[in-house]
């Protein structure tokens, strides 16, 4: 059992993160902390140009509510929002903050995952706590 978890949540079309949340209450021990984490990918400086100037601030908004409506539901749980590269970011806020697992999605690989890596081969690989990874 473990006492504080930290659940990468991605907001894409293939997101497993309810059943990562149900993971997480399953090995949760009953004080355990549950940390939903979505990682912000900066956007290259070319690209923001294209954005109305409230794009970043509205779409920030908009994750820490969702992740605070999902977080309100765990006992323990909270809903955090960073920015950074999704790899790093997620190692660094876990050791950070003293956790001892992390449950991340995994999709089936591509042929450039094994040439550059996802993310979650990233935090199986680096990571200072156990790695509970879901397919």
Not at 15 to 29: F, H, M, R
Not at 101 to 114: K, N, V
Not at 122 to 135: E, K, Q, S
């Amino acid at each position: 059992m473990y006492k504080n978890i930290l659940v990468p949540i991605a907001f894409d079309s293939d997101s497993k993160a309810q059943k990562s949340i149900e993971v997480a209450q399953a090995l949760a021990e009953p004080d355990a902390k549950i940390t939903l984490l979505h990682v912000m990918e900066h956007i290259p400086g070319y690209a923001i140009t294209y954005m109305p100037p409230e794009y970043l601030a509205q779409s920030r908004a908009a994750l820490e509510k969702e992740l605070g409506e999902m977080a309100a539901k765990l006992p323990g749980g909270k809903g955090m929002v960073i920015e950074g590269h999704s790899g790093r970011s997620i190692l660094e806020y876990g050791e950070e903050n003293g956790c001892d697992l992390i449950i991340i999605a995994s999709h089936q690989p591509a042929m450039s995952d094994y040439l550059l890596g996802s993310t979650a081969a990233v935090v199986v690989r680096h990571a200072h706590c156990a790695v509970h990874v879901l397919r």
